[in-house]
Each structure stands twice: as C-alpha cells, then as structure tokens.
C-alpha cells in the first residue's frame, strides 16, 4: 500500500487506497488525515499531477429579448404574447381567457 522514501525520492507509492487504508496510516504515524491530505496535493502538485477540473456547473448563455404584444381584455385580465404569435392562437387564446372570466 504505502511505501517510505523510494530510490528515485517518492515519497509515496500511492495505488488509490481505501479510506480506512489512509485513516490507519494516518494513525499509526500520528498525522492529522487533513495535514496527509494537504501534503498529498503538495507532493502530487510538485510531480506535475493534479486532478482533471469539473465540468462547468454553468454554460454561457445569451438572452435576446423577444417583442411581446400586451392584450388588456375588458375584464382588466392582461395577456402578454410573442409578436410572433400566431393571430388563429391568440385569438382562441383571448376568446378562452374572456370566457373564462365571466
């Protein structure tokens, strides 16, 4: 699992061991676990290693505003559509809204 100082100046011989691998480790020579970690990414770092970044929580994103259109009806309720509304939708859409209304 762990190997002391190699030959070549490695420090550590590591091969993804388990928690309770590097728990027990830590123990035995009285290392907090969070100074084994901090100095793993030091020694890691120095070798060139690192761990590959995550992906971006977020994309890049361009809003564009459409036109709207607002339609107030007689019985105060507003309708907001797209200009590019279809005129056979907002008409079936206004004449539901009013009736509903009523």
Do not use: H, Q
């Amino acid at each position: 699992m762990w190997e002391a100082e190699t030959t070549n100046g490695d420090y550590w011989n590591l091969t993804r061991p388990t928690m309770d691998e590097v728990n027990a480790f830590c123990r035995d020579r009285k290392l907090t676990r969070s100074n084994f970690d901090r100095w793993r990414r030091i020694l890691a770092a120095e070798r060139g290693e690192s761990k590959p970044s995550p992906s971006p929580a977020f994309v890049p994103l361009r809003v564009v505003a459409e036109p709207m259109v607002e339609i107030v009806l007689l019985s105060g309720i507003v309708v907001r559509l797209p200009l590019s509304a279809a005129p056979e939708a907002v008409t079936r859409l206004v004449a539901a809204v009013g009736a509903a209304s009523c």
